[in-house]
């Protein structure tokens, strides 16, 4: 008895410990990355690829999320305002959730399980085939010359997709809230843009789906550079990405509400 | 691919994200663009704020012209310090009033100004002299309960006389 | 200690120089007391069961590993003293074969001949193209420029990786496996082309391998590499007629010499549970 609690608490040292060093062999991870961005800076067109790859790649699957995003809201939110006998009060409410919340957040899901794990797929296979140690071998850096375009081309994108995914929810509550309930027109956009502000809610929108963009494409790139060189480690890796970068991103959802919402 | 395709591509992607963050800017938040550079502030007094809040709005016969930037309290004088970031399109005179209104019956409070007739405009730094507080709701149930009491006491008073004679 | 950086010295003889050498990971010993010396325009082959570390020894004249003692020299360069720049810039004169080609997926088969000449040079694109379409006809590829390294065979791959090693005209090439996974013809295409490179670029070959009758062929040199020692050596004749038992044993392919088939286990029979 004693002994089983000694070794289950062992177990969850061993897991304490295991999960700090990898926290920070990511940061130093992070740091080379940023270190190494200037070449890539220099050479735009190997960051534009990824753009295409994590960004416009993306681009369906945030869209359509986006719009039925939306139109949920719309029909929940209508259902439950007008048992107050607020109906017009529809745009606020799919507005304020979307980009304060939803739309960062959704698409940076979607994100992680669209474009961080095809990253960390590429990174770890290019490394089980020895792609990396190639590169190494022709004295070109693989941090330099793969990591850190994937780097910039997914931060950049990120939050432009979160944007997308918000404007077309917002198309989406609209649809349905207007056009399918009947609203007022007027009724809704007036009352969104006058309770929706420019810096207080929109941009604090942007900034978030700036630092998941940044959160998800370091646990990306780290896990897939870290995999072990077979065709088992790649496919846990990428399964790891999705978790990590869910949980990163709610997690880090909660800190900047706090720090961005609270004196409101 | 092809570099031309990508590029074109990325070009259209990175159009599209602006044009969504337009879309957000103008036509769903207010691009409520009061910065120092295009508003000027002004500071008013109230001995009780009730539930205002910074970024509440400040209104002009109905129209917003401004917003509340900052809350503070003065230890000396046991006020509240309110400032407001005006829009420079509207202008003043130095004795207008502020008075802290609700929308509504139970809606958000917000600073109503009622212009004077002075001939000089408030500038940049000014204190508002006429300010009227919030009125708290449960003050005035209380002055209506004692009002109420008031009243029974006068009416039942002569009538209990009455009786008596 | 001072880093240094590359400058050649084409004085020595020696390409390559290994003296009393020894490699651990962490605690456990790879490789102990190894010396070995590669001359300009030669064709040495590493050999050895798998696991005895010839690959390890491979790696570190590569220098993506430093050795634990002793001294490696390539080109009169101390690998160990150098920084990371230096490393970088003596690597561009190395090429490396890795065992299945390495060659990059999301690049065509011109566009990973051309890597290396585009990461390190300033050539105009038309000269870039002239290089590649010359380095993929030496390995008789030229035709395939286009194709996609998916597209290509084993062996392909392996040439257009060869191609790409060779496309900064290194002095050292080393060989991480050719011969694995080969058919017949396409081992024999790669043993000739291996020789050829190393006669007319005038570089000198590292192969690791265990293909021993397709080395014996081509090589000038032979090290065989048994747990952590170079157990032999010498040149493809001597070895032929060695009468040692492990390079008997190696050369021949038998079962049982000195490197046993079975992996040390109790008896047989109690395992079984016979005895009783």
């Known amino acids: 008895m004693m002994h089983s609690l000694l070794l289950s608490l062992r177990g969850i040292g061993a897991h304490v410990i295991d999960g700090v060093w990898r926290l920070g062999l990511a940061m130093r991870f992070f740091s080379m990355t940023l270190l190494h961005s200037g070449q890539s800076f220099r050479r735009f ?47 606020i409410l799919v507005a304020l959730s979307l980009v304060r919340e939803l739309g960062p957040v959704v698409a940076a899901l979607l994100f992680a399980s669209r474009a961080g794990s095809a990253i960390t797929a590429e990174i770890g296979l290019m490394k089980a085939t020895e792609q990396l140690a190639a590169m190494e071998m022709m004295a070109v850096d693989p941090i330099a010359r793969v990591v850190a375009p994937r780097f910039w081309g997914a931060v950049i994108s990120m939050p432009i997709l979160a944007a997308l995914f918000s404007a077309m929810g917002i198309l989406g509550g609209y649809l349905v809230g207007v056009m399918l309930i009947g609203i007022d027109s007027g009724a809704f956009w007036s009352q969104m843009q006058a309770a929706v502000d420019f810096r207080e809610d929109i941009l604090n929108g942007v900034l978030k789906s700036f630092v998941f963009g940044i959160a998800v494409t370091v646990i990306a790139l780290f896990e897939g550079y870290d995999a072990p060189p077979t065709a088992e480690g790649v496919s846990r890796a990428t399964t790891r990405t999705v978790v990590t970068s869910s949980l990163a991103i709610l997690g880090l959802d909660f800190i900047l509400t706090a720090f961005m919402f609270r004196g409101v | 691919m092809q570099r031309a395709t990508l590029d074109l591509w990325v070009g259209i992607f990175v159009v599209a994200g602006i044009a969504a963050l337009l879309f957000l800017a103008l036509k769903v938040g207010n691009m409520s663009g009061f910065d120092s550079a295009t508003s000027y502030m002004v500071k008013a007094e109230f001995d009780n704020i009730g539930g205002l809040k910074p970024r509440a709005p400040i209104k002009s016969a109905g129209v917003v012209v ?100 | 200690m001072p880093a240094v950086t590359y400058i050649p010295s084409p004085v020595s003889d020696n390409l390559i120089e290994i003296r009393d050498l020894s490699f651990a990971y962490r605690e456990r010993p790879v490789l102990k007391d190894i010396n070995l010396t590669a001359r300009r325009g030669q064709v040495i082959a590493i050999m050895g069961i798998s696991g005895g570390g010839k690959t390890t020894l491979l790696r570190l004249i590569g220098g993506a590993l430093r050795p634990t003692t002793g001294v490696l020299k390539v080109d009169g360069v101390d690998m160990s003293r150098l920084d990371q720049d230096g490393l970088y810039r003596l690597r561009r004169r190395m ?3 890795f065992q299945f080609g390495a060659l990059f997926t999301d690049l065509s088969v011109f566009d990973n001949v051309a890597f290396p000449l585009r990461e390190h040079t300033d050539l105009p694109e038309e000269m870039i193209r002239d290089l590649v379409l010359m380095k993929l006809n030496a390995v008789g590829l030229r035709g395939a420029h286009e194709l996609m390294p998916a597209e290509l065979s084993g062996g392909m791959a392996r040439r257009v990786a060869l191609a790409r090693a060779i496309a900064l005209e290194p002095s050292l090439i080393l060989y991480d496996e050719p011969f694995a996974g080969l058919d017949p013809i396409s081992l024999g295409v790669t043993g000739n082309l291996i020789r050829r490179l190393t006669d007319t670029l005038g570089v000198t070959s590292i192969v690791v391998t265990h293909d021993i009758q397709e080395s014996l062929r081509m090589v000038d040199y032979v090290y065989f590499v048994s747990a952590g020692v170079i157990a032999a050596q010498g040149t493809p004749d001597q070895l032929r007629a060695s009468v040692e038992p492990f390079v008997h044993q190696f050369v021949h392919g038998q079962e049982e010499g000195p490197v046993p088939f079975h992996y040390p286990a109790q008896p047989y029979a109690d395992e079984l549970e016979l005895a009783a």
């Open chain 2, 66 to 165: 401004g917003r509340v930037s900052n809350i503070g309290f003065d230890a000396k004088t046991y006020a509240a310090t309110v400032s407001m970031k005006i829009d420079s399109r509207y202008r003043f005179p130095k004795d207008t009033g502020a008075s802290i209104m609700t929308s509504g019956l139970l809606g958000e409070q917000y600073i109503a100004l009622e212009a004077g007739g002075d001939s000089k405009m408030l500038a940049e730094g000014d204190t508002l002299k006429l300010t009227q507080s919030a009125v708290v709701l449960e003050n005035l149930i209380g002055q209506f309960l004692a009002g109420k009491a008031d009243g029974e006491a006068k009416s039942t008073g002569p009538a209990k006389a009455e009786k008596g004679i």
């Open chain 3, 95 to 97: 090429g490396m074969l």
């Open chain 1, 45 to 91: 067109h190997l960051i534009i690829r990824e753009i295409f790859s994590s960004g416009v790649l993306s681009l369906i699957i945030i869209l359509v999320s986006g719009l039925f995003v939306g139109m949920v809201l719309g029909l929940q939110g209508y259902e439950t305002l007008r048992t107050y006998g607020s109906e017009e009060a529809l745009g």
